[in-house]
């Protein structure tokens, strides 16, 4: 029923870099690791087993470091149709990494993924509050070289978008395991309006189209700009009628929200583009799986779209 589901797992970030508001919640990830880890990992397989999607986003926290993050997606790689993405920021040490417990992992559904600040050695320093740049490329490189893809995404200007992708190649020296997705919207030169989206995707593909120096391989490279047709759609005055979101269900997305030894609430969203504040709950114990089924089906929330996220971007 749902195309992708995304998960979040209750194991805490090693890093604190100054995009991300998820190392804020490491005491109440430990809280849950410690207390209600069987409940909650047993929760997800329940939900995916039912749903069967095509894609699971795996996040946390940083889901890599949990002991045994294998043996719990080889539990439910049966059930996920083509890819587990892993998410991970690469900031843990080398013992960390080498001690990684990957034995049983079900490698040929795994894409390792990773959203980049760049390679800038001062900006990255200034970003992750001093993370060690060498260590991050050498668990990049050391990572790199496992059995899995690796997706690689980059949130820059386009400006320097060349230059990036030259040093990733240079040091990572990338083969057809890897891909290399752009995420656009994010960071148009101070400008976010849909105008100069449509200007930085037509940059950016001028550049793929006259090479990137070392980066000849076959590299994948993804260019889609999110929510590109919904933004158009407003622009127009259509509203958010274009959206495929409200034409068929495609993503199911949880957040750990509240636990006690005795049950898990998780708050769950069909769109990351509602409203913050919009959200259902799933309560271990108390609700059942076809509650969310329902909730989709039943509920009227598609009013919530009157506040989509997307709009800022018109
Ligand atoms: S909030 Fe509504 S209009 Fe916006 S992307 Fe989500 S489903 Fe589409």
């Known amino acids: ?167 990733f190649a240079d040091i990572i020296k990338p083969d057809n395991s890897w891909s290399i997705s752009l995420k656009l919207m994010n960071n148009q030169s101070g400008d976010f309006g849909a105008d100069k989206i449509k200007e930085t995707k037509k940059n950016v593909i001028e550049i793929l189209d006259k090479g990137v120096a070392n980066l000849s391989l076959p590299v994948a490279f993804k260019t889609k700009i999110t929510g590109e047709k919904i933004i158009e759609g407003f622009r127009t005055g259509q509203g958010s009628e274009l959206c495929p979101y409200r034409h068929q269900p495609l993503e199911l997305r949880f957040a750990l929200y509240k636990g006690t030894p005795e049950y ?14 919009k959200h259902f709950i799933f309560k271990t114990g108390r609700d059942k799986i076809e509650d969310i089924t329902n909730a989709y089906k039943n509920h009227d929330f598609f009013h919530w779209c009157k506040k989509c996220r997307l709009k800022l971007y018109t």
């Open 264 to 277: 898990i609430k998780f708050k769950y969203r069909f769109c990351s583009h509602f409203p913050s504040n």
């Open 1 to 167: 029923m749902f195309k992708a589901i995304r998960i979040q797992i209750p194991q805490p970030c090693k890093a604190q870099c100054k995009w991300c508001g998820t190392w804020k919640k490491n005491n109440f990830f430990t809280k849950l690791r410690d207390e209600n880890l069987s409940l909650i990992l047993d929760t997800y397989s329940e939900i995916i087993r039912e749903y069967k999607p095509k894609y699971l986003y795996v996040s946390g926290g940083e889901p890599i470091l949990l002991p045994q993050i294998d043996k719990f997606l080889q539990r439910v790689a049966p059930w996920v149709g083509k890819y587990i993405y892993l998410f991970t920021s690469f900031q843990f040490s080398a013992k960390r990494r080498d001690n990684l417990s990957l034995e049983k992992m079900p490698w040929e559904k795994m894409v390792l993924t990773h959203t980049s600040a760049g390679f800038d050695e001062k900006y990255w320093l200034d970003m992750t509050h001093g993370f060690p740049f060498e260590l991050y490329l050498d668990n990049i490189i050391k990572l790199g070289q496992k059995p899995w893809h690796k997706r690689f995404k980059f949130i820059l200007n386009h400006k320097y978008l060349r230059g990036e992708l030259e040093k």
